[in-house]
């Protein structure tokens, strides 16, 4: 099946690896429907999407050919996505491929953790995702095809030291996808996730800023990289995104797709 004229619903799309992906599916003649929250959250408290940044992504994929739809909303408050999905079928009739991308990160101790911040790191991260694919899941199934991808993490397959919620909402993630997977096969809908290591986005400036460290400081103390790079960049995931969800991929589903550098590795 061409990937051209295909339609991907892509969350958390206004910036990062979201809108890597965007840009990287329209290219190949994907028509998008990008959704971000577009504003600030107080928790995590860094810079997140801004509807500029969505107005700057629609032209960009226009330019490349291809319609996009742009919708302000947060992934977990059903009616913003129940209302995105809906508009997305009227305007383009199908869902091919659903990135569940959004995502936020903090650092904290489990015993020092608010109730707030653990219950927002499951939301966004967990809950979002199977809000998201719920309003989806239907219309795959009409269709008999689909691709969904969740962003997991390395952290959705490792401990990591002051990120137990961001790990459990990540593991969560790659529980929903081994359950869906088994659940949405005999419909013809594939079901992966990825779990790339530390990626150059806004996430990691940000998370920088709240340690008050660089950058670079927060991606050794959070990686150990085999092949010799700090980061990998958005790109790489996009690329990875296009793998999954082309025809090269046709059997592969339920996997858990690494892109981290060797890290997993030891
Ligand atoms: N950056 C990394 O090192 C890294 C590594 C592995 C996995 N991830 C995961 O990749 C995904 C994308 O991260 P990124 O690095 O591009 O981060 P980012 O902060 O640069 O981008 C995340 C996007 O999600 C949006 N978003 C946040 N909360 C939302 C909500 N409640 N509803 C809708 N949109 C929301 C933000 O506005 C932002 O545009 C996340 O799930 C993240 O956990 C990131």
């Given at each position: 099946m061409s990937l051209k004229n295909q339609v991907a619903f892509i969350t958390?799309?206004?910036?990062?690896q979201g809108r890597a992906t965007a840009i990287a599916l329209a290219k190949e003649g994907i028509h998008i429907a990008a959704f971000d929250v577009a504003k600030p959250l107080a928790y995590p408290g860094y810079k997140l999407g801004s509807t500029d940044d969505l107005v700057s992504l629609k032209a960009e994929v226009e330019k490349l050919g291809v319609n996009i739809l742009t919708f302000q909303g947060d992934v977990r408050t059903d009616a913003d996505v129940k209302k995105a999905v809906s508009e997305t079928i009227a305007q383009?009739?199908?869902?091919d491929i659903l990135f569940n991308n959004a995502g936020i990160c903090a650092y904290g101790l489990a015993h020092e953790l608010t109730e707030d911040a653990w219950d927002s790191m499951i939301d966004i991260n967990l809950k979002g995702a199977w809000l998201t694919a719920r309003h989806i899941i239907p219309h795959m199934i009409a269709q008999k095809s689909g691709n969904i991808i969740n962003n997991s993490s390395i952290a959705g397959l490792r401990g990591m030291n002051r990120l137990s919620h961001y790990a459990a909402s990540k593991w969560g993630l790659t529980g929903l996808t081994k359950s869906w997977a088994i659940e949405l096969a005999p419909h013809n809908i594939r079901v992966n996730s990825i779990h790339p290591t530390g990626v150059n986005t806004p996430m990691n400036d940000g998370l920088a800023a709240l340690e008050g460290k660089t950058t670079e400081e927060i991606a050794v103390a959070s990686a150990g990289n085999?092949?010799?790079?700090?980061w990998i960049e958005s790109e790489d995931v996009a690329h990875a995104v296009l793998y999954l969800v082309s025809d090269k991929a046709r059997?592969?589903?339920g996997s858990q797709f690494v892109i981290d550098a060797g890290l997993l590795t030891r």
């Open positions: 958390g799309a206004a910036h990062g383009f009739k199908r869902i085999l092949l010799p790079v700090p059997f592969v589903t």
